[in-house]
């Protein structure tokens, strides 16, 4: 559970927490003047400089008693408990208003078994009392990944103490502080922290010899913190309380580091003085390239006390809290107390100083007044929350949804309630397209001068599995729009809807539409008596009288399509009606459909459905429908992509490096008139990068079915009859002819874990009518259409594969024993040689009934 944020704190807003690695405690009256500040939060140690000096003297004191040679016992002194001087924290309600902080100096990663054992006994001492004093998140050191020639070496032992702490305090989130890249020139550390004090034959090269960065030829590992991460949260089993805490650079890394981060659960993100530039008004402001990809991170949400809520945003090395000066040995105005308020004793927090500054420098676009320059990177940072661009329709539609899983429906098999049916009847841009498919097959009919089917030349237009009727309402739409008049059916199994279509014909539709209550696969067609009049439907397939005549559909309308096309047994369902049309002429709308694929990172679905595992064994061998928010596309093209990974649109100010490297920026705010001058960004000059876009995915197609009367004989130009429909039972019909199976092939430019696959379809509704949810196309042919998330393939185990390698995907669409289902395989290769496969996925038993 991340910390409790203030109850006047909304979950779209930003949660802003000042860090202050001198501050020594955080009482409630600390908090009331941050939180007057405009902070939301506060950052607190949990332990305190005597304690670290402590250890240290105690280290050294060990190291010198121990022989330089004797290696034969090597025997690590033991932590004593806290006292009393070993920590202010204690336990009150403010407590969980606050982020703890792990003592920065440890070092988890030390190559001397003495050092990093002491360091396991302060993490435990330190997590086990944070969480007897009531903290609900902690943030964890980052893990040091290189010892002069060693890189990497240590992350295993740093998992395992990580993994260990979170056993002990299972209720409490811990986010791992990372680096969004692997910086060579990190290994330069304090002076204070542990790892200086590890013993030479431990390390690379002697202490005494320890070169300088210039000496050592080092490279950029655009990755290496990613991969570090991939060790910890592996060795961790992938724990739903293991947060990731990412440090923001200066300079950002390309963006397929950036997107990669995205997929990852991030609680917290690390914004530090030096990420900020100083505009012409010496005020810091973020790049366009950092409001863009803070505003994408920002729209992530993680589990809380109070709902989901976007990451924290920590900001540090920025002054301290005005009115308050602090440090690790009390305040510097006397006091014993370091939480005393120093100056006035409180701060108007109607407005808050920041809001009040804003004002003023908005009003004045002056500098602001020197008593309140500590809130400038706050302010700065408020100033971005209220300028971020409104929510999408389909943000704002898809609220709530993210990764959220859902077995796909199986309509045939069940009967949706009248909630289902409202959910995808609030797509208009879904009825849209039909409409307009429907229309353009009129007017072509009308224009072809096509023999319709039904009396006084009307078309027949038959709507199969009507729901509620929403194509029925378009249906009559377009027929009005044309002027082409049309014979309308209405074929639906579900009692209940069936009910709500007797009214509504009834009320609205004036006894028009020709209703039928039956299963499609059943259906013999429209019929009529022969003598004169016409038959007004019935609850069967068959009228009871023997007077009366099948004759063929000239349009079929449906919406059975699933996120992967044919999910939902579309093919199924249709193959009986196709011999219902008319064979010279019959139209199906759609009349063709896709399935496609990419393989993904979606570390969190994978969490979820892990955990899921526990209670359903075959919860990773089904696919599932769900909004994709927080993933990767890990096959891309040197194409350009309008849409981000989470199917927002990217803006066009994004932003690219000098060296080409692309930048994420799906949500960018823009400077304009009213906006006040201390704010004004840095131009692009200044910034020395020019606009672009991400990578696009590499989506391909995996199979697809076309729909379309069957061949006939017969050259007349009179309505011929349909033919007869099976007698055999649907769940005996043979079905091997809608199988499918694909083999893709998927190259990757950068090491990654595969979790899964993604799944889209597109579909032509009639001509160039076309619906789609591929990333590739959805832009073009139905932007913002909500009524399909993706379907997700998740894989038992991920898939870890290195650089410039590729990913094999087979995949069956198995049709056998009255069921269908899938199976799937991905294997990794690179240079030739195989270096993983995942289990097959797929489960028989879930298969979709018949």
């Known amino acids: 559970m991340a910390i409790e944020l203030p109850p006047d704190v909304e979950q779209s ?18 908090l009331r003047q941050a939180q007057d500040c405009n902070y939301d939060a506060l950052t607190v140690p949990i332990t305190t400089y005597a304690f670290h000096a402590r250890v240290q003297s105690l280290i050294s004191n060990h190291f010198y008693s121990c022989l330089p040679s004797d290696h034969t016992i090597d025997t690590t002194p033991t932590v004593p408990p806290l006292s009393s001087l070993d920590t202010h924290l204690e336990p009150a309600d403010h407590v969980r208003h606050l982020l703890g902080v792990i003592s920065p100096w440890i070092d988890l990663t030390s190559p001397d078994p003495s050092i990093y ?102 490279k950029h590992d655009f990755f290496g913190t990613w991969d570090a991460w991939n060790v910890i949260r592996s060795f961790c089993g992938y724990n739903p309380h293991l947060f990731v805490g990412l440090a923001i650079p200066h300079l950002l890394p390309p963006s397929g580091i950036c997107s990669r981060w995205h997929s990852e659960p991030l609680q917290v993100l690390l914004i530090d003085s030096t990420t900020f530039t100083p505009n012409s008004h010496n005020h810091p402001v973020l790049t366009a390239n950092h409001r863009a990809l803070i505003s994408q991170y920002m729209k992530l949400r993680n589990p809380s006390g109070t709902g989901l809520i976007p990451p924290i945003i920590i900001l540090t090395g920025v002054d301290p809290i005005p009115g308050n000066t602090y440090t690790m040995f009390g305040d510097t105005n006397g006091s014993t107390d370091p939480d005393v308020t120093i100056g006035s004793s409180s701060l108007s927090v109607n407005p808050t100083p920041s809001e009040a500054y804003a ?45 959220y899983l859902q077995v796909p429906l199986n309509p045939l098999a069940d009967n949706l309630d009248s909630i289902t049916y409202e959910v995808f009847e609030q797509d208009p841009i879904k009825y849209d397209r039909y409409e307009e498919a429907i229309r353009k097959a009129l007017l072509a009919w009308q224009e072809e001068g096509k023999k319709s089917s039904g009396l006084h030349d009307r078309v027949v237009v038959a709507v199969v599995g009507a729901g509620r009727g929403p194509l029925v309402e378009r249906a009559r739409k377009a027929s009005a729009s044309t002027g082409v008049a049309i014979e309308l059916w209405a074929l639906e199994k579900n009692p209940n809807a069936w009910v709500l279509l007797q009214r509504h014909n009834a009320d609205r539709w004036h006894g028009q539409v020709n209703l039928v209550r039956s299963d499609m696969r059943s259906w013999k067609g429209p019929v009529r008596l022969m003598e004169n009049g016409t038959s007004n439907g019935h609850d069967g397939p068959n009228h009871p009288h023997n007077n009366v005549i099948n004759y063929p559909i000239d349009i079929a309308v449906s919406e059975l399509l699933g996120s992967f096309g044919d999910n939902e047994l579309s093919p199924e369902c249709l193959d009986p009606i196709m011999p219902l049309l008319n064979p010279t002429h019959g139209i199906s709308i759609p009349q063709s459909y896709s399935a496609h694929l990419t393989p993904i990172a979606a570390p969190k679905l994978h969490a979820k459905i892990l955990a899921d595992t526990k209670y359903d064994a075959s919860a990773p061998n089904i696919p599932y429908v769900v909004h994709l928010h927080s993933f990767d596309y890990l096959s891309t093209t040197s194409h350009l992509s309008a849409y981000g990974p989470d199917h927002t649109p990217v803006s066009r100010t994004s932003r690219q490096q000098p060296n080409g490297s692309n930048h994420r920026a799906t949500a960018t705010t823009t400077t304009s008139s009213t906006t006040p001058s201390i704010f004004a960004a840095v131009s692009p000059e200044e ?17 697809s079915f076309h729909h379309h009367p069957p061949p006939s004989s017969s050259s007349s130009t009179s309505p011929p009859s349909a033919p007869p429909a099976s007698s055999s039972s649907p769940s005996t019909i043979p079905n091997t002819h809608n199988a499918r199976h694909a083999r893709l092939t998927f190259p990757l430019r950068h090491r990654a874990a595969c979790h899964g696959l993604a799944g889209y379809f597109e579909a032509q509704l009639y001509g160039d009518v076309h619906l789609s949810t591929n990333p590739l196309t959805m832009p073009h042919h139905s932007p913002d259409m909500m009524s399909w998330f993706p379907i997700f393939f998740p894989l038992q185990r991920p898939l870890y594969t290195p650089d410039q390698s590729t990913l094999v995907v087979e995949m069956w669409r198995v049709c056998k024993a009255g069921k269908v289902w899938y199976e799937w395989v991905v294997e990794g290769w690179c240079k030739g040689v195989r270096v993983g496969s995942s289990e097959v996925g797929g489960c028989r038993e879930k298969g979709m009934l018949l």
């Open 117 to 218: 054992d002491i360091s396991c006994q302060i993490l435990d001492m330190e997590v086990d009392f944070a969480a007897f004093c009531g903290l609900r998140a902690l943030l964890l050191p980052a893990p040091r990944l290189r010892y002069g020639s060693d890189v990497g070496q240590g992350v295993t032992q740093y998992a395992r103490a990580v993994s260990e702490a979170m056993r002990a305090a299972p209720q409490i989130d811990f986010s791992v502080t990372m680096p969004m890249m692997d910086d060579p020139h990190r290994f330069e550390e304090s002076e204070t922290n542990l790892s200086r004090l590890a013993r030479p034959e431990y390390s690379s090269w002697p202490d005494s010899h320890r070169p300088s960065i210039d000496s050592i030829a080092v």
């Open 13 to 30: 807003a930003f949660c802003i927490c000042h860090h202050n690695p001198e501050r020594a405690r955080v009482s409630s009256a600390t």
């Open 687 to 703: 910034e020395g990068i020019h606009i672009s876009k991400t990578p696009a995915p590499l989506v391909q197609e995996a199979w």
């Open 359 to 403: 004002i003023e420098a908005g009003s004045r676009f002056g500098k602001p007044k020197s008593k309140d320059k500590g809130l400038a990177h706050l302010t700065y940072l408020r100033w971005f929350q209220q300028n971020q661009p409104p929510r999408t329709t389909f943000e704002r539609q898809t609220a709530g949804w993210q990764e």
